[in-house]
């Protein structure tokens, strides 16, 4: 079906707004029109079951054995001193640190390069392995655990920390490649194509005009493979039996026992795996909206 289109010396009737009635301000809409406590009211009560956990367990940390006040006052520093030298805590944070810095690094790098290739060019099976990608984020981790296990055994790998960042960064690969390939779609291709003019190999190009502009998704893709390496539980717990190679969600599980638990010391040691992490969000956090927005326009 065609379209005709209209001359362009037709001259087309402009119909006037009409004026708004002196001493009429303009229409309020419906949300402009509640009180505020209909809106501050659930704000709060939201705010409320947020915060209220996060108190509770500040308040075992930093509060005495045996002490039933909801006011952590006197404060101490018991229950923290003994995950960190009698739980061997200190241990666990310096094996967390490596796993998530190795995992961010690797991931970061290997989804870099397959997101570039996906973004920029076209093969044979393209659309059946970005399916296969989204695909794969279906398959819980559990469900590969023995595989995993009967392979790193066979490459003596087992109680080794390369093992844990290793399935770590398959399981952050297919998401990771998705989110780089749709940031990088969102560079314009002539800037690339004008530093090849100008002498640039594509490599060249790459590093000096693509990649910086690629830091907000980097950050973003970087801090979400470190916070998962960081938190998750399952493949430290397979693959790593030996005491001083555990990292911080074991070492949490280690503080509960069948007969009792040590509340005070499991809340110390619940902060001090949380509040690394708040420190980094609370730094990276522009960048993080920033870099998930820009990768999820394109795909």
Not at 55 to 70: E, K, N
Not at 78 to 107: C, D, P, Q
Not at 241 to 262: F, H, M, R, W, Y
């Amino acid at each position: 079906m065609i379209t005709e289109i209209a001359p362009a010396d037709t001259k087309a009737k402009t119909v006037e707004p009409p004026q708004t009635p002196r001493g009429k301000g303009k229409r309020r809409r419906a949300w402009d029109e509640a009180p505020r406590w209909q809106i501050y009211l659930p704000l709060g009560i939201y705010l409320l079951f947020t915060l209220i956990p996060f108190y509770w367990i500040l308040l075992f940390a930093v509060r005495p054995s045996g002490s039933t006040s909801l006011v952590p006052w006197p404060m101490t520093g018991e229950h923290f001193a003994k995950v960190w030298t009698e739980r061997s805590f200190g241990t666990y944070f310096m094996n967390s640190v490596w796993t998530g810095v190795a995992t961010l690094i690797l991931t970061t790098v290997v989804a870099l390069i397959g997101g570039y290739a996906l973004a920029r060019f076209d093969f044979k099976g393209k659309r059946a392995f970005m399916l296969a990608l989204l695909c794969s984020q279906f398959v819980p981790g559990a469900l590969l655990l023995v595989p995993l296990f009967q392979i790193f055994a066979e490459l003596q790998m087992i109680n080794s920390l390369v093992s844990v960042v290793i399935a770590e960064t398959v399981f952050q690969l297919p998401l990771s490649m998705i989110l780089i390939s749709g940031f990088i779609k969102n560079v314009p291709y002539s800037l690339e194509e004008a530093a090849w003019v100008d002498g640039c190999s594509r490599l060249r190009s790459f590093l000096v005009v693509v990649l910086p502009l690629l830091r907000p998704g980097l950050i973003a893709v970087g801090s979400f493979a470190f916070v998962h390496a960081w938190n998750h539980f399952l493949f430290a717990l397979m693959f790593l039996s030996v005491q001083e190679k555990q990292t911080i969600p074991v070492g949490l599980n280690t503080l509960l026992s069948a007969d009792s638990v040590d509340l005070g010391a499991l809340a110390a040691g619940g902060i001090i795996a949380a509040v690394p992490v708040v420190i980094v969000f609370a730094f990276i956090q522009k960048w993080l909206i920033t870099g998930f927005s820009s990768g999820a326009v394109k795909g």
